[in-house]
């Protein structure tokens, strides 16, 4: 079992920029694959990033690849997302997720992942 709680959303102007983070408590956190969805007003839950267990390899949409970096930090049993270059597109709000699996696998299906935080909302303004 693991808890996840998500941080750092703002009302943020285009352009500019936002880390958000994910704290997990519960067991070993390299044990867990993890990621970000985001859902948009009106819009399906979609994608974002993902990282393995061990942080060696990451995925990204299309939509948010060049701007959008996923990291973890063992230390902190936490999980990151520095946004940068943000666009009213990309207004949200952003769950992470957690899955238990090997250290080198990554997951990008959102029926993969089975622990989810609550929710951090970010607005962008153009």
């Known amino acids: 079992q693991v808890q996840l709680v998500e941080s750092g959303g703002a009302l943020v102007q285009a352009g500019g920029s936002l880390r958000l983070s994910c704290a997990a408590s519960?067991?070993?956190?390299?044990?867990?694959?993890m990621g970000w969805f985001r859902q948009a007003p009106g819009k399906e839950r979609e994608f974002v990033a993902a990282?393995?267990?061990?942080?060696?390899?990451?995925s990204y949409a299309d939509s948010v690849k060049g701007r959008f970096t996923i990291s973890r930090d063992s230390a902190k049993n936490t999980l990151y997302l520095q946004m940068n270059s943000l666009k009213p597109d990309d207004t949200a709000v952003y769950y992470c997720?957690?899955?238990?699996?090997?250290?080198?696998?990554?997951?990008?299906?959102?029926?993969?992942?089975?622990?989810w935080g609550q929710g951090t909302r970010v607005t962008v303004s153009s």
């Open positions: 997720a957690a899955r238990s699996s090997t250290p080198l696998y990554y997951y990008i299906n959102q029926n993969d992942y089975n622990y």
């Open positions: 519960g067991r070993t956190f390299s044990g867990y694959a």
């Open positions: 990282i393995n267990g061990i942080g060696s390899v990451t």
